[in-house]
Protein backbone atom coordinates (compact mmCIF):
# COMPACT_ATOMS: atom_id res chain seq x y z
CA UNK A 1 0.00 0.00 0.00
CA UNK A 2 1.08 3.30 -0.88
CA UNK A 3 0.84 6.78 0.64
CA UNK A 4 0.12 9.42 -2.20
CA UNK A 5 -0.56 13.34 -2.76
CA UNK A 6 -3.81 14.58 -4.07
CA UNK A 7 -4.27 18.01 -4.63
CA UNK A 8 -8.42 19.48 -4.11
CA UNK A 9 -9.63 22.91 -4.61
CA UNK A 10 -11.88 24.39 -1.70
CA UNK A 11 -15.19 23.90 -2.93
CA UNK A 12 -14.30 20.24 -3.43
CA UNK A 13 -12.81 20.00 -0.11
CA UNK A 14 -15.93 21.07 1.47
CA UNK A 15 -17.63 18.35 -0.56
CA UNK A 16 -15.64 15.81 0.75
CA UNK A 17 -16.25 17.34 4.60
CA UNK A 18 -20.04 17.20 3.80
CA UNK A 19 -19.69 13.34 2.80
CA UNK A 20 -20.90 14.20 -0.92
CA UNK A 21 -17.99 13.22 -3.00
CA UNK A 22 -16.07 10.28 -3.36
CA UNK A 23 -14.80 10.47 -7.13
CA UNK A 24 -12.47 12.92 -9.05
CA UNK A 25 -11.46 13.32 -12.35
CA UNK A 26 -7.99 14.62 -13.66
CA UNK A 27 -6.40 15.04 -16.43
CA UNK A 28 -3.74 12.82 -17.82
CA UNK A 29 -1.09 14.62 -18.95
CA UNK A 30 2.32 13.39 -21.05
CA UNK A 31 4.89 13.21 -19.06
CA UNK A 32 7.31 11.40 -21.47
CA UNK A 33 7.53 9.56 -25.08
CA UNK A 34 5.89 6.41 -23.79
CA UNK A 35 2.91 8.50 -22.60
CA UNK A 36 2.44 9.94 -25.54
CA UNK A 37 2.29 6.75 -27.56
CA UNK A 38 -0.43 5.30 -25.19
CA UNK A 39 -2.66 8.07 -25.67
CA UNK A 40 -1.80 8.17 -29.10
CA UNK A 41 -3.31 4.46 -29.23
CA UNK A 42 -6.30 5.56 -27.34
CA UNK A 43 -7.07 8.82 -29.77
CA UNK A 44 -6.93 6.08 -32.69
CA UNK A 45 -8.88 3.38 -30.78
CA UNK A 46 -5.72 1.12 -31.46
CA UNK A 47 -5.20 -1.38 -28.37
CA UNK A 48 -7.49 0.85 -26.38
CA UNK A 49 -7.91 -1.91 -23.07
CA UNK A 50 -4.65 -3.08 -23.42
CA UNK A 51 -2.69 0.92 -23.71
CA UNK A 52 -5.09 1.84 -20.33
CA UNK A 53 -3.99 -0.79 -18.39
CA UNK A 54 -0.36 0.36 -19.02
CA UNK A 55 -0.72 3.54 -18.36
CA UNK A 56 -2.39 2.84 -14.62
CA UNK A 57 0.20 0.67 -14.37
CA UNK A 58 3.47 2.45 -14.86
CA UNK A 59 1.56 5.89 -14.80
CA UNK A 60 -0.99 6.58 -12.35
CA UNK A 61 0.06 9.44 -10.20
CA UNK A 62 -2.82 7.61 -7.76
CA UNK A 63 -2.07 4.46 -7.01
CA UNK A 64 -4.80 1.55 -7.28
CA UNK A 65 -7.40 0.25 -5.53
CA UNK A 66 -6.13 -0.39 -1.87
CA UNK A 67 -3.33 2.61 -1.56
CA UNK A 68 -4.48 5.22 0.36
CA UNK A 69 -4.33 9.21 -0.68
CA UNK A 70 -3.54 12.72 1.76
CA UNK A 71 -5.50 15.50 0.31
CA UNK A 72 -3.27 18.92 0.32
CA UNK A 73 -5.69 21.94 0.77
CA UNK A 74 -5.49 25.69 1.32
CA UNK A 75 -4.00 26.68 4.67
CA UNK A 76 -1.85 28.87 7.02
CA UNK A 77 0.30 27.98 9.72
CA UNK A 78 2.03 29.64 12.82
CA UNK A 79 3.93 28.86 15.26
CA UNK A 80 2.38 28.09 18.30
CA UNK A 81 3.16 30.73 21.00
CA UNK A 82 2.23 28.44 23.97
CA UNK A 83 4.73 26.23 22.31
CA UNK A 84 2.19 23.18 22.86
CA UNK A 85 2.78 22.55 19.17
CA UNK A 86 5.07 23.13 17.03
CA UNK A 87 3.08 24.55 14.28
CA UNK A 88 -1.30 25.21 14.50
CA UNK A 89 -2.50 24.89 11.06
CA UNK A 90 -6.07 26.32 10.01
CA UNK A 91 -7.63 25.16 6.59
CA UNK A 92 -9.22 27.73 4.12
CA UNK A 93 -12.63 25.07 3.62
CA UNK A 94 -13.19 26.14 6.93
CA UNK A 95 -13.69 29.85 6.85
CA UNK A 96 -15.86 29.87 3.35
CA UNK A 97 -18.53 31.72 5.51
CA UNK A 98 -16.32 34.54 6.87
CA UNK A 99 -14.47 34.75 3.54
CA UNK A 100 -18.25 35.50 2.05
CA UNK A 101 -18.17 38.19 4.51
CA UNK A 102 -15.45 39.84 3.58
CA UNK A 103 -12.24 38.72 5.61
CA UNK A 104 -9.17 38.72 4.11
CA UNK A 105 -6.73 36.53 4.43
CA UNK A 106 -3.52 35.09 2.62
CA UNK A 107 -3.82 31.27 2.20
CA UNK A 108 -1.07 29.18 0.88
CA UNK A 109 -1.08 27.03 -1.71
CA UNK A 110 -2.09 23.04 -1.20
CA UNK A 111 0.88 21.89 -2.97
CA UNK A 112 2.97 23.45 0.42
CA UNK A 113 0.81 21.30 3.07
CA UNK A 114 2.89 18.93 4.29
CA UNK A 115 1.58 15.26 4.83
CA UNK A 116 2.09 15.07 8.10
CA UNK A 117 -0.48 18.17 8.54
CA UNK A 118 -3.37 16.57 6.02
CA UNK A 119 -6.36 16.37 7.80
CA UNK A 120 -8.26 14.30 5.22
CA UNK A 121 -7.00 10.63 3.76
CA UNK A 122 -8.75 8.72 1.38
CA UNK A 123 -8.51 4.90 0.14
CA UNK A 124 -8.49 4.45 -3.77
CA UNK A 125 -10.86 1.80 -4.04
CA UNK A 126 -11.31 2.00 -8.03
CA UNK A 127 -8.85 3.88 -10.80
CA UNK A 128 -9.89 3.82 -14.50
CA UNK A 129 -9.62 5.73 -17.44
CA UNK A 130 -12.37 7.55 -19.79
CA UNK A 131 -13.11 10.05 -21.93
CA UNK A 132 -13.67 13.23 -19.40
CA UNK A 133 -17.62 13.97 -21.33
CA UNK A 134 -18.23 10.77 -20.92
CA UNK A 135 -19.51 11.08 -17.43
CA UNK A 136 -23.00 9.30 -16.16
CA UNK A 137 -25.21 11.48 -14.38
CA UNK A 138 -24.82 9.48 -11.68
CA UNK A 139 -20.80 9.56 -11.82
CA UNK A 140 -21.44 13.67 -12.20
CA UNK A 141 -23.46 13.34 -8.69
CA UNK A 142 -20.26 11.44 -7.06
CA UNK A 143 -17.85 14.02 -7.89
CA UNK A 144 -19.85 16.60 -5.12
CA UNK A 145 -21.10 18.98 -7.24
CA UNK A 146 -23.83 21.61 -5.16
CA UNK A 147 -27.02 21.48 -4.84
CA UNK A 148 -29.18 24.49 -4.14
CA UNK A 149 -31.83 21.73 -2.23
CA UNK A 150 -32.03 18.80 -0.51
CA UNK A 151 -32.99 16.47 -3.08
CA UNK A 152 -29.41 14.92 -3.49
CA UNK A 153 -29.03 12.72 -6.86
CA UNK A 154 -32.80 13.35 -8.14
CA UNK A 155 -32.27 17.24 -7.20
CA UNK A 156 -33.39 19.64 -10.10
CA UNK A 157 -30.86 22.73 -8.83
CA UNK A 158 -27.36 22.15 -9.84
CA UNK A 159 -24.76 25.06 -9.02
CA UNK A 160 -23.40 26.65 -12.34
CA UNK A 161 -19.63 27.34 -11.02
CA UNK A 162 -19.13 29.86 -13.85
CA UNK A 163 -21.25 32.24 -11.88
CA UNK A 164 -20.57 33.39 -8.32
CA UNK A 165 -22.78 33.44 -4.91
CA UNK A 166 -26.93 33.20 -5.59
CA UNK A 167 -26.34 34.04 -9.79
CA UNK A 168 -24.76 30.39 -9.92
CA UNK A 169 -28.26 28.65 -10.11
CA UNK A 170 -28.95 30.44 -13.55
CA UNK A 171 -28.75 28.35 -16.03
CA UNK A 172 -29.44 30.29 -19.47
CA UNK A 173 -30.58 28.04 -22.38
CA UNK A 174 -28.98 24.59 -20.68
CA UNK A 175 -30.29 21.67 -19.16
CA UNK A 176 -30.41 21.77 -15.25
CA UNK A 177 -28.09 17.91 -14.73
CA UNK A 178 -25.36 17.04 -12.04
CA UNK A 179 -23.26 16.23 -16.08
CA UNK A 180 -23.52 19.83 -17.00
CA UNK A 181 -22.78 21.15 -13.40
CA UNK A 182 -19.65 18.82 -13.20
CA UNK A 183 -18.84 20.50 -16.71
CA UNK A 184 -19.10 23.92 -15.36
CA UNK A 185 -16.99 23.25 -12.26
CA UNK A 186 -14.32 21.36 -14.50
CA UNK A 187 -13.89 24.65 -16.42
CA UNK A 188 -14.05 27.12 -13.20
CA UNK A 189 -10.79 24.83 -12.05
CA UNK A 190 -9.02 24.31 -15.65
CA UNK A 191 -10.23 27.29 -17.94
CA UNK A 192 -13.55 27.39 -19.70
CA UNK A 193 -11.86 25.94 -23.13
CA UNK A 194 -10.95 22.68 -21.33
CA UNK A 195 -13.63 20.87 -22.05
CA UNK A 196 -13.78 21.41 -25.61
CA UNK A 197 -11.04 18.23 -26.50
CA UNK A 198 -12.84 16.36 -24.03
CA UNK A 199 -9.43 14.97 -22.79
CA UNK A 200 -8.49 11.27 -21.20
CA UNK A 201 -8.61 11.17 -17.40
CA UNK A 202 -7.78 9.37 -14.66
CA UNK A 203 -11.34 8.37 -13.13
CA UNK A 204 -10.36 8.04 -9.29
CA UNK A 205 -13.43 6.43 -7.06
CA UNK A 206 -12.40 6.44 -3.31
CA UNK A 207 -13.40 6.28 0.35
CA UNK A 208 -12.79 8.44 3.16
CA UNK A 209 -10.91 6.96 6.03
CA UNK A 210 -10.30 9.93 8.44
CA UNK A 211 -11.36 14.13 8.01
CA UNK A 212 -8.77 14.64 11.59
CA UNK A 213 -5.32 13.12 10.24
CA UNK A 214 -3.91 10.40 9.34
CA UNK A 215 -6.22 6.90 10.34
CA UNK A 216 -3.98 4.43 12.66
CA UNK A 217 -5.47 1.74 10.10
CA UNK A 218 -7.60 1.19 7.06
CA UNK A 219 -11.19 1.54 7.96
CA UNK A 220 -12.58 -2.20 6.35
Not at 103 to 120: D, F, G, Q
Not at 138 to 156: C, M
Not at 183 to 210: C, D, R, Y
Request: overall charge neutral.
Amino acid sequence: MRELPILFSTDMVQALLAGRKTQTRREIKSRNAEMTALLVNLNAGIRVDESKAELIRCFSPYGVAGDWLWVREAFMAFIDPDGIEKRVVYYRANFAEAEAGGMKTKWKPSIHLKKEESRIWLQNIELCIERLMDISEKDAYAEGVETWNSLGFNGDEYRNYLLKGDAGKQWPNVEICARNSFSTLWQHINGEESTNSNPWVWVVKFKALSTTGKPVEAVA
